[in-house]
Nanobody
Framework: QGQLVESGGGLVQAGGSLRLSCAASGRTFSTYDMDMGWFRQVPGKEREFVAGIRWNGANTDVADSVKGRFTISRDNNARNTVYLQMKSLRPEDTAVYYC?????????????????????WGQGTQVTVSS
């Protein structure tokens, strides 16, 4: 069974930066040809789309709430790791951040925004931004 593992979360002051990583785990599981996304979730709310990236890195998209502050990228030479660079962090960015992978590439990038379109998820990493 494929699994994703996120890392890089932590406690940071407002205005600070963090970089989250997400890598495939397991001998045979690979996300090389999978579109991937980052979501975040706070207690009592639905999982919220943050950013998505095409399997080959050719296209990316970020939510309006993080545009200009967050960047998604991937390195398919490094265990197919996907990164979320977060800058100018705000207290409202506090959440558990999850990465997801789609077994079949999205037909349109709009599909990245729906959590139901993802087949694999990581366990999440906590990001806490203090004011």
């Amino acid at each position: 069974q494929g699994q994703l593992v996120e890392s890089g979360g932590g406690l940071v002051q407002a205005g600070g930066s963090l970089r989250l990583s997400c890598a495939a785990s397991g001998r045979t599981f690979s996300t090389y040809d999978m579109d991937m996304g980052w979501f975040r979730q706070v207690p009592g709310k639905e999982r919220e789309f943050v950013a998505g990236i095409r399997w080959n890195g050719a296209n990316t998209d970020v939510a309006d709430s993080v545009k200009g502050r967050f960047t998604i990228s991937r390195d398919n030479n490094a265990r197919n790791t996907v990164y979320l660079q977060m800058k100018s962090l705000r207290p409202e960015d506090t959440a558990v951040y999850y990465c997801g992978a789609m077994a079949a590439a999205a037909v349109t990038t709009a599909q990245w925004a729906s959590a139901g379109n993802y087949d694999y998820w990581g366990q999440g990493t906590q990001v806490t931004v203090s004011s």
